[in-house]
C-alpha cells in the first residue's frame, strides 16, 4: 500500500549486493567499511571509516548488516578512548535492519539486529544498543550508556521510558524490508 | 496525522461491543494489533490490560547480569554490582580513578578503571561527582557493597525493616491459611496479597474513612479463613523516626540562604525517596539501578501461557509467543488523496497534475473522501472477510449541556457490503516479487483524485471508490467512502466490525487450495469477529480551504 520513495538514479550508486550508496554522502576510508547488502547510505551521510586504529594492516572501522539505512545528515563516526596512556579508535559494528533517522551523530560502539534511532539524535561513545532497542527521535545517549533489549530510550540524557512489545523483532524487520522495497530509482 | 486503526479487546466492559469513539473510553479499549496476544484456548484477543503477568527472570538494565531470584530481594531490587545512576540527572555513572588527567586535550576524565584511588563515581552527562558529597572509593570494584552502609543507615531502610519485623507473625499466619485455599497460586502472590491486606487493615484502622482496600480476586474465590483472622488485633506499630519533625526548622534555615536554584534539589530528583530527604543537592547520593525483568504473560481467564520468553536477558526469542498478528488480519487504513499528494511532494520533478484544490492532506466539511484499507492474511488458509460500521447510538445528554459534542456522527461511512476474499499467507510470496509490487502501482500514482481511485482498473468504466480495489499474494485493498456533512467537526472516526471465516482444520500447503482436504474430517468453517476503530483524520472547516498551499 506504502508509495514508493523515489530518489534520483544518477544520485546513487548500487552495488552487487545491493547496497545503494548516495554520491552526495561523505564515505571515508570505504575500504575499512562493510556493508552488509541492502543498505542505504542517504545524501550527506558521513561516514568516518578513515579513523582506525594505529598500526599497520587492514582493519574494519565501521560494519553494517543488511536492510540497514544510514538517514540523511548522519554522522557514523568509530569510538576512541586513551587506554594505558595510548589514544585509539576502536571498531564500530551494526547488526541487520538498523536503521538510523536523519541527522544522528553515532559514536556506539555496538548496535545489535532490528533497532530503530530516530532523528537528531546523539549515541554517545562505546554505547553498547542490544536488540530491538528504540531510541526515540532528539535523543541524547551519553557515552559508555549501555541499552538492553527491547528497550525505549528517550529525553536528555537517554533513560529507560518503556519495554518494547515481544512483535517488535517483527515489526522492525517487516519496516525495513518494506523500506529497502519502496526505495526506488526514478530514471529522469 | 496519519490515518490510524486500532483493534478491540473486550477486557474492560462485560459488553462485547466497544463503546463509541467520541467518548475517552474508547482509546483505552483499542490498541495496536502488535501489541495484542491471542488465546487459542478462549479464540479470544487479549491485551496487555487484562494478561496475566509473572516475573521469569531479573537482570540489571546497566551491566546486563542476570540476578538470581533469590537474591533479588536481600539486593532490594537493584543490582549490587557496580551500577549507579546520576543522583541529578538519571544518567549511568562511571567509575573513574583520581588519575592525573590525560593532556590529549580531548578528555580530561580518563574513562579505563585502572589508574589511582581513591575512585569516585563520575556523570558523564551532568558532570556529577561523587567526591564533591564526599564518597569516594578506595578500589572500583563492589562499588555497592562499599555504599551499603549509608542505604542501610538510612532511616527509610530502618523504617522497612522495623515495619516487616512487626508484620512478620501476622504474614506467617495468614500465609499458611490462604496458602492451604488457593494451591494454584505461586507463592509471591499470597504473600503480596497478605502483605497489602495487612497494610490495607493498619491504615484502615489508623485513618478514619479509608476502605479496606479489596484485591480483586480473579478466581472469583472467597479468601476463606482469611476472614477469620481479625487483622484488627495486631498490636499497634510505633514508628521509629518521627515523621515531619526533623528537618523543617533546618530546611527553612537552609532556604533563607540560598545563593543558587542549584543547591536545591528538584522535585524529580527527590522523588524516588520513599522517605523525606534533605532539600540538599549536596546531600544527593548516588542511586542503584533498578533491576529489570522478563516478563510471562497468561491469559487472565483460562490461565494458559500467551508469552513465555527464553531465559537469557539479553535474548529476543520466546519459547511461546501468540500474537494476534498471526491470527487476525492485519489492517492499515490509508487516504489516497493524502498519499497522491505525498509522492508529488517527493517525486523531484513531478510537476503538479491538474488536481483539483481539496485534494491537500486535509478532510474539509461537505466533502467526499476514499479511503482504503489494505487487509493482509497472516494465516496459511484463505479467509472471507466481511466488514460493517457500528451503528453509533449518540446518548445526548438530558440537560444538553453539550450539544456540539453529542450530536449524531456528522459524517456518513460506505464499506464494501458483500464479503470478499484474502489470500492464503504464503512464504514465498513475502518479499520476492516485491519489485514487481511497485511496478504496478506507480503508473497509478499522481494521476489519482480522490474521487476517482480505482476507476481506471475496473474495465468496465464504471467508478469503483468502494469495493476490492486490488488483490496482490496476501493482501486485498477494499475502498470506503466517507461523506463528511458542511457542519462536521472533529474527527471520522468510527467503530468497524470485521468478521471473517477460515477453515478451522490443520493447514495444508497452500498450493492445493482447492483439493478437499482429508476425507476424515471436513474442512470446517468457521467465523471471528473483533471490533477495531478507524481514525481518519480531523476534519477542517470549509473556510480554511483558501489558506491551503499546495506549494509547501
Ligand atoms: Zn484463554
Ligand atoms: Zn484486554
Ligand atoms: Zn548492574
Ligand atoms: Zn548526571
Ligand atoms: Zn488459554
Not at chain 1, 578512548?81 to 553515532?106: E, Q
Not at chain 2, 578500589?139 to 508484620?167: I, N, V, W, Y
Not at chain 2, 464479503?419 to 500514482?445: H, P, Q, R
Request: proline fraction near 8%; charged fraction near 25%.
Amino acid at each position: 500500500m506504502d508509495p514508493p520513495i523515489f530518489y534520483s538514479k544518477a544520485e546513487f550508486i548500487e552495488t552487487d549486493t545491493g547496497n545503494k550508496v548516495s554520491r552526495r554522502a561523505t564515505i571515508a576510508g570505504p575500504q575499512n567499511i562493510i556493508l552488509g547488502g541492502k543498505t542505504i547510505i542517504s545524501s550527506g551521510a558521513i561516514i568516518r571509516g578513515d579513523l582506525r586504529r594505529t598500526g599497520p594492516g587492514h582493519a574494519v572501522v565501521i560494519s553494517l548488516g543488511r536492510y540497514c539505512l544510514v538517514g540523511e545528515g548522519c554522522v557514523m563516526r568509530p569510538p576512541y578512548k586513551t587506554y594505558r596512556g595510548n589514544f585509539n579508535y576502536y571498531p564500530m559494528k551494526i547488526g541487520d535492519h538498523v536503521h538510523i533517522g536523519a541527522n544522528s551523530v553515532v559514536e556506539a560502539a555496538t548496535i545489535g539486529n532490528h533497532v530503530e534511532i530516530g532523528k537528531n539524535c546523539v549515541i554517545g561513545k562505546f554505547t553498547i544498543i542490544k536488540d530491538c532497542a528504540k531510541i526515540a527521535d532528539n535523543t541524547i545517549v551519553p557515552p559508555n550508556t549501555v541499552i538492553p533489549a527491547l528497550a525505549l530510550f528517550s529525553g536528555s540524557p537517554g533513560r529507560f521510558t518503556q519495554d518494547l512489545p515481544e512483535s517488535t523483532q517483527e515489526m522492525v524487520e517487516a519496516a525495513t524490508k518494506t523500506y529497502y522495497t519502496r526505495f526506488q530509482p526514478l530514471d529522469r | 496525522m496519519a490515518p490510524s486503526i486500532h483493534y478491540h479487546c473486550p477486557c474492560l466492559s462485560s459488553s462485547p461491543v466497544p463503546p463509541p469513539p467520541h467518548l475517552a473510553s474508547s482509546s483505552c479499549s483499542f490498541h495496536a494489533l502488535h501489541t495484542l496476544f491471542f488465546c487459542e484456548e478462549c479464540d479470544a484477543v487479549r491485551c496487555n490490560r487484562c494478561v496475566s503477568v509473572e516475573v521469569s527472570g531479573y537482570y540489571c538494565p546497566n551491566c546486563l547480569f542476570e540476578v538470581p531470584s533469590a537474591s533479588v530481594r536481600a539486593e532490594k531490587n537493584r543490582c549490587a554490582r557496580n551500577c549507579f545512576l546520576c543522583p541529578n540527572c538519571r544518567n549511568t555513572l562511571s567509575v573513574v580513578p583520581s588519575d592525573p588527567p590525560e593532556d590529549d586535550g580531548r578528555s580530561s576524565i580518563p574513562l579505563s578503571a585502572i589508574g589511582e584511588p581513591p575512585f569516585f563515581l563520575y556523570c558523564n552527562h551532568c558532570r556529577w561527582d561523587s567526591a564533591e558529597v564526599g564518597i569516594t572509593f578506595e578500589k572500583p570494584t563492589g562499588l555497592a557493597a562499599q555504599l551499603q552502609r549509608f542505604e542501610d543507615s538510612a532511616s527509610d531502610s530502618l523504617e522497612f525493616e522495623r515495619l516487616k519485623e512487626h508484620f512478620e507473625p501476622f504474614l506467617r499466619t495468614s500465609s499458611l491459611s490462604s496458602s492451604s485455599h488457593l494451591p494454584t497460586h505461586p507463592s509471591h502472590h499470597t504473600r503480596t496479597s497478605s502483605i497489602t491486606a495487612a497494610a490495607s487493615a493498619a491504615l484502615a484502622r489508623d485513618i478514619p474513612g479509608v476502605g479496606r482496600y479489596n484485591t480483586a480476586n480473579p478466581l472469583g474465590r472467597s479468601r476463606g479463613k482469611d476472614k477469620s483472622v481479625n487483622k484488627d488485633e495486631m498490636p499497634e506499630y510505633r514508628s521509629r523516626v518521627e515523621i515531619g519533625a526533623s528537618g523543617m526548622a533546618g530546611d527553612a534555615e537552609f532556604m533563607k540562604h540560598i545563593e543558587d536554584v542549584g543547591e536545591v534539589a528538584g522535585l524529580e530528583q527527590r522523588w524516588i525517596n520513599s522517605w523525606k530527604s534533605s532539600l540538599q543537592t549536596s546531600d544527593l547520593k548516588p542511586l542503584r539501578i533498578p533491576l529489570h525483568s522478563k516478563v510471562s504473560k497468561r491469559c487472565p481467564t483460562c490461565t494458559h501461557i500467551l508469552i513465555k520468553p527464553e531465559q537469557k536477558a539479553q535474548s529476543v526469542r520466546y519459547k511461546i509467543k501468540l500474537v494476534a498478528a498471526n491470527y487476525l488480519p492485519a489492517i492499515t487504513v490509508a487516504l489516497p488523496h493524502m498519499q497522491t499528494q505525498d509522492a508529488t511532494k517527493r517525486t523531484v520533478a513531478k510537476s503538479t497534475p491538474d488536481e483539483d484544490k481539496g485534494a491537500s492532506a486535509t478532510m474539509y466539511a461537505g466533502k467526499t473522501y476514499a479511503f482504503h484499507l489494505a487487509l493482509t492474511n497472516p494465516l496459511y488458509d484463505p479467509i472471507q472477510v466481511r466488514l460493517s460500521v457500528q451503528r453509533m447510538h449518540v446518548a445526548v445528554s438530558s440537560d444538553g449541556t453539550i450539544p456540539e459534542k453529542a450530536r449524531r456522527p456528522p459524517f456518513a461511512v460506505s464499506l464494501p457490503t458483500s464479503s470478499f476474499t484474502v489470500a492464503a499467507f504464503a512464504e514465498a510470496w513475502e518479499y520476492e516479487d516485491d519489485e514487481d509490487m511497485f511496478g504496478v502501482e506507480d503508473d497509478e500514482l499522481g494521476l489519482e483524485s480522490p474521487r476517482k481511485s480505482g476507476k481506471d482498473k475496473d474495465g468496465r468504466g464504471k467508478t469503483k471508490t468502494v469495493g476490492v480495489l486490488e488483490k496482490k499474494a496476501n493482501l486485498t485493498v477494499v475502498g470506503g467512502e466517507v461523506v463528511i456533512g458542511k457542519e462536521a467537526r472533529g474527527n471520522v472516526k468510527f467503530n468497524m466490525l470485521v468478521s471473517y471465516t477460515y477453515r478451522s482444520d490443520d493447514p495444508a500447503p497452500p498450493e492445493d487450495d482447492d483439493v478437499p482436504r482429508s476425507p476424515m474430517k471436513g474442512p470446517e468453517v468457521k467465523t471471528f469477529a473483533f471490533y477495531t476503530v478507524v481514525d481518519l483524520g480531523a476534519i477542517s472547516p470549509k473556510e480554511v480551504l483558501q489558506v491551503v498551499d499546495l506549494d509547501f
